[in-house]
């Protein structure tokens, strides 16, 4: 059994910021792709940033330039720095990652989400 546990989320004023984390743990082979991806009320739960074994990252537009993702493969952990938050980055923030496990192979797991909400 594989999950992905997210932590970080909280209220924060406009120009601020937040560190998410997100542990998988389990019986875990290797970890592939990690990324956050985020759901506003009444919209689409949309990519926010994506990261690669080997620290290739994609941002989303609305990001670029606030947001940072990072890794460390040595605990199975994927991180977002979020910078300068505005009152749209107001979302639940989803982990999400590849994950090989011995028994069932190659999988797509999602984290519950952790709730970000920027306002004054």
């Known amino acids: 059994q594989v999950q992905l546990v997210e932590s970080g989320g909280d209220l924060v004023q406009p120009g601020g910021s937040l560190r998410l984390s997100c542990a998988a743990s389990?019986?875990?082979?290797?970890?592939?792709?990690m990324g956050w991806h985020r759901q506003a009320p009444g919209k689409q739960r949309e990519l926010v940033a994506v990261i690669t074994t080997f620290g290739l990252t994609n941002y989303a537009d609305s990001v670029k330039g606030r947001f940072t993702i990072s890794r460390d493969n040595a605990k199975n952990m994927v991180y977002l720095q979020m910078n300068s938050l505005k009152p749209e980055d107001t979302a639940v923030y989803y982990c999400?990652?590849?994950?090989?496990?011995?028994?069932?192979?190659?999988?797509?797991?999602w984290g519950q989400g952790t709730q970000v909400t920027v306002s004054s």
């Open positions: 999400n990652a590849v994950i090989m496990t011995p028994m069932s192979g190659k999988y797509d797991y």
């Open positions: 389990g019986s875990i082979s290797s970890v592939n792709v």
